[in-house]
């Protein structure tokens, strides 16, 4: 099993950084092939060019970084995205992801007739998500609607095609005491290291 890893988190000491150590943990005790984007490190530039809405026309993706990408997400099995929800949704990098590189003709195409999408990413099996937030989960669910899980899992994934979609959401973060953020950290491992 390959599994790819989307991250976004700028800070090196955030709760998120100690998520995908515990997730690479889980994986690699599961004997799992990990291959991980780290959007800040590689400085991705989530920005849709004129270049880039040509290129979505003509379903051939012209970004150099933006091709590394799809050639990688073509081999995964499993993808995960990790980051914060800040202001209710996820941060620029990772939606600039999504806008440049779940592309047509690399990761779905349109149906010929009708509405609707067919998924591309042939080998992928199931796409996991684990978002860190403030916000009270109840609230966040009620006054908010789910922002991130409909746009990302429901308003992306499940629309191009993609079942086996999971949504991980720690909320307030930081009020937790360090026993409650251990005990997180330590499900997560145990959850991804679980061959299931």
Not at 51 to 60: M, S, T, V
Not at 124 to 133: A, D, Q
Request: charged share 25%; proline share 5%; net charge positive.
């Amino acid at each position: 099993m390959r599994t790819v890893i989307v991250f976004n988190h700028p800070y090196e000491g955030s709760y998120c950084n100690a998520i995908l150590k515990s997730v690479m943990n889980g994986l690699h005790k599961a004997d799992q092939d990990v291959d991980l984007i780290h959007l800040d490190n590689d400085r991705f530039d989530p920005v849709m060019t004129k270049e880039d809405l040509k290129a979505f026309l003509d379903r051939k993706p012209v970004d150099p970084v933006v091709l590394n990408y799809t050639e990688r997400l073509a081999r995964a099995d499993h993808l995960i995205f990790i980051f914060p929800i800040w202001w209710e949704m996820m941060p620029a990098l990772t939606k600039g992801f999504i806008d440049r590189v779940i592309f047509p003709g690399v990761a779905f195409e349109f149906k010929e007739k009708g509405h609707g999408m067919n998924p591309l990413l042939k080998n992928l099996k199931g796409v996991t998500v684990i978002t860190t937030m403030n916000t009270p989960r109840l609230l966040y669910r009620l006054r908010y609607g789910n922002a991130v899980k409909k746009a990302l899992l429901t308003g992306t994934f499940f629309k191009l095609g993609y079942r086996n979609l999971k949504w991980i959401n720690l909320s307030m973060v930081k009020s937790a005491s360090d026993k409650k953020r251990r005990k997180w950290l330590n499900d997560i491992e145990a959850k991804f290291a679980s061959p299931n």
